[in-house]
């Protein structure tokens, strides 16, 4: 009778780390609900939303305040869009759209436990639940149901920016401190880290040592930016 090996997979929390400073008397623009939501059972645990400091509203606020931004073209880049997909149809057309990152939680909200998947509280579980996505402004959306959340500019996506990430960093740092996600300044991340950084292992018995699991895709989001890639042996 053959002895299957056991294998222990260990997976280590991914962090994207940014940064970004602070001012006085600007209120940010809050188009949101505060309301807060929570799934059932083991699912993904959610806080409370957060002011989305995106906007094209609070990214001109951040821009005003922002030393030497005159040449920072805040536009509409993105949009975040919630699909209401009816059925199971419909979700796989959301899911065979290769230009989507679709998320099953809303992006702009805080999370107060993690788990593998979030299923609305509002949507029958027979159903697919809610889908969240950023969009870029020339991409087509699909022919789902959906709702336009907020018209947004990602300055870490703008090609005209690509040679400025100090002036992106200070321009973040602003709008995350008028819209109250301290969390995200300056002060809480590393200065240029803008890559997602990790390990994944697995414990082999036969050696009686973690080694690193190849070839797995990883996908890391920062509020509505993604990194997708796939892990090496290191």
């Not at 001109?60 to 922002?66: G, N, S």
């Amino acid at each position: 009778m053959k002895q299957y090996q056991k294998l222990t997979v260990t997976v280590f929390t991914l962090s994207v780390l940014l940064i970004f400073g602070c001012r006085k008397n600007e209120k940010p623009v809050n188009l949101q609900d505060n309301t807060p939501k929570k799934t059932r059972g083991t699912s993904t645990i959610l806080g409370q939303q957060k002011i989305n400091p995106y906007t094209i509203s609070n990214m001109l606020i951040a821009k005003d305040i922002t030393p030497n931004s005159s040449n920072i073209n805040v536009r509409l880049t993105h949009r975040y869009i919630k699909f209401m997909p009816s059925n199971w149809d419909e979700y796989d057309i959301l899911r065979n759209d290769t230009n989507l990152i679709l998320s099953d939680r809303p992006l702009d909200y805080e999370i107060l436990e993690y788990s593998n998947s979030y299923h609305d509280p509002a949507v029958p579980e027979e159903l697919p639940t809610y889908q969240y996505a950023s969009v870029k402004a020339e991409q087509e959306i699909p022919n789902v149901t959906h709702t336009i959340l907020a018209e947004m500019y990602i300055p870490e996506e703008d090609p005209e920016l690509v040679e400025k990430i100090d002036l992106v960093d200070e321009l973040l740092d602003y709008a995350y401190t008028i819209t109250g996600n301290y969390a995200d300044t300056l002060k809480k991340r590393v200065r240029g880290q803008t890559t997602p950084q990790g390990k994944i292992t697995v414990y082999d018995n036969r050696l009686m040592s973690y080694i690193g699991l190849e070839g797995v895709k990883v996908c890391a989001n920062r509020w509505f930016t993604n990194s997708i890639g796939k892990a090496d042996a290191n």
